[in-house]
């Protein structure tokens, strides 16, 4: 496939798009962190731009803590600025001195510190207008599929999904591996009553029982919800058919072998790759 280019991040990997990302550290920032993203996504010059991503917690939370710092430092984004009421359990100090050390821009906003809502949000928006002709000098340079990181994620299922974006999601997926990407599906639920079909194929033992362990977990997890509902909608969820057809559609949607199964999302993969 032909190369294309990309933004270089100090760490070597590449991003396909260079955004600002404004981070909500708590519910109670999340309008001043929506109000400052807002006149961004309304102007055509930089409509796409900025983003606003968070957390609604106030209470001490080490994976929402990791998840956020690996959001801020992902290879798409050029910049972060969080966005904080002063009184949350978040370690904003933290956040913004590894996407410091990262070689982004980063800046903190303090709402109680600054003097309140309508002055946070103006010097949000202006330190955003500010870092975007910054991050403007980002170098590009080449960079190909095989630099990529690809996920999917259901846009919601119907009587058709099963037989029609499924399937193409998969040959997309195929074409995007042959290349050398890496590419990732999740909703283990939608998986129940194919996990056999689906540890077949994994590239050695361990990713097979990891991938059969996982379904079973999450199948034990649904019998605790009303199963009268729950796990038989979980079964065809994914094509509305019955159980061994959603069997048969996973498998020929993804052909591929499986390398590894991400745990938590906590980026740990169990080794594959012998």
Request: aromatic residues 4%.
């Amino acid at each position: 496939m032909a190369e294309f280019k990309g933004y270089l991040r100090s760490d070597g990997r590449k991003g396909i798009r260079n955004v600002v990302a404004v981070a909500y550290l708590v519910e109670c920032s999340k309008f001043v962190a929506n109000r400052i993203v807002a006149p961004f996504e309304i102007d055509p010059a930089t409509e796409g731009r900025v983003h606003e991503i968070g957390f609604p917690g106030c209470y001490p939370n080490a994976h929402a803590e990791k998840i956020l710092s690996q959001l801020a430092t992902h290879p798409n984004v050029g910049a972060v600025l969080l966005v904080s009421l002063g009184c949350e359990s978040m370690n904003r100090e933290r956040i913004e001195k590894l996407v410091l050390e990262s070689g982004r821009p980063a800046a903190s906003i303090g709402i109680q510190e600054v003097g309140g809502t309508e002055k946070a949000i103006a010097l949000g928006r202006e330190w955003v207008a500010d870092v975007l002709k910054e991050i403007d000098n980002v170098p590009m340079v080449p960079m190909s599929v095989s630099d990529l990181s690809v996920a999917t994620i259901c846009g919601g299922s119907d009587g058709t999904s099963g037989v029609t974006a499924n399937p193409a999601v998969g040959v997309a997926f195929d074409k995007l591996v042959d290349a050398g990407a890496t590419c990732v599906f999740e909703e283990t639920g939608e998986l129940i009553g194919c996990e056999t079909d689906m540890a077949s194929r994994a590239i050695n033992d361990d990713v097979a029982k990891a991938l059969v362990s996982s379904v079973e977990k999450r199948q034990d997890s649904i019998k605790c919800l009303d199963t009268r509902v729950s796990l038989r909608v979980m079964r065809t969820a994914g094509c509305r058919l019955s159980r061994k057809n959603h069997s048969v559609l996973i498998t020929k949607v993804v052909p591929a072998k499986f390398r590894g199964l991400l745990l938590r999302v906590t980026c740990h993969l169990i080794p594959a790759f012998g």
